[in-house]
């Protein structure tokens, strides 16, 4: 199976807050994150995380990415330059990239922590996953709510799980549903 997430902010006192996490401090979201990611993926699955795992975080990044299950892929984001300087940690990683398309089934996904305007094979079915706008809604996630197949994979908009593209495409219709039609 082939999971997304994204902008985990593992640390993150703020991201509670401005995301509205339901979590009481950064502890707790941690273990929860580890807890829910672990009843999901088996050993067997990739997960692609597009950047932001970790940010202001007083830990080891390698023994918090060591406890989640999967093959884990990189794909950096803007918070990711400590994680980049981290040997340890990069070797979580079966490897480490700004952009990526990828096979997920029969499907080509392009994936990137920024949302794109235009992706390699858009006018021909591919899709796109990304994350770094969270929940806001801004002029890009406007945008990108329009988009038919470009999913947001904020962990704040898809329960704080990996999810498969299937979930991402649900997730990212109740979260375009909940933005007013004034916003849009």
């Not at 990739?46 to 202001?56: A, H, Q, S, T």
């Not at 990711?80 to 089934?105: H, P, Q, T, W």
């Not at 038919?148 to 990996?162: D, H, K, L, T």
Request: aromatic share 12%.
């Amino acid at each position: 199976m082939i999971y997304y997430i994204s902008d985990l902010h593992i640390g993150h006192k703020a991201a509670i807050r401005f995301d509205e996490r339901p979590f009481a401090d950064t502890n707790e979201m941690e273990r929860e994150i580890i807890r829910r990611w672990n009843e999901k993926v088996t050993t067997d699955d990739d997960v692609y995380i597009l950047g932001d795992v970790f940010y202001r975080y007083k830990g080891r990044p390698a023994d918090f990415l060591r406890k989640l299950s999967g093959r884990l892929h990189l794909i950096t984001g803007n918070h990711d330059y400590g994680l980049l300087k981290d040997d340890e940690a990069l070797s979580c990683f079966a490897d480490v990239d700004k952009l990526r398309m990828i096979k997920d089934n029969e499907r080509s996904a392009v994936l990137c922590h920024y949302p794109l305007i235009t992706w390699n094979k858009k006018h021909y079915g591919s899709y796109h996953v990304y994350g770094h706008v969270h929940r806001n809604i801004g002029e890009e996630t406007l945008f990108m709510i329009k988009q038919e197949r470009a999913f947001n994979a904020g962990c704040m908009i898809n329960g704080y799980v990996p999810c498969t593209l299937e979930e991402l495409e649900q997730n990212n219709r109740i979260f375009r549903d909940s933005v007013s039609v004034k916003e849009i």
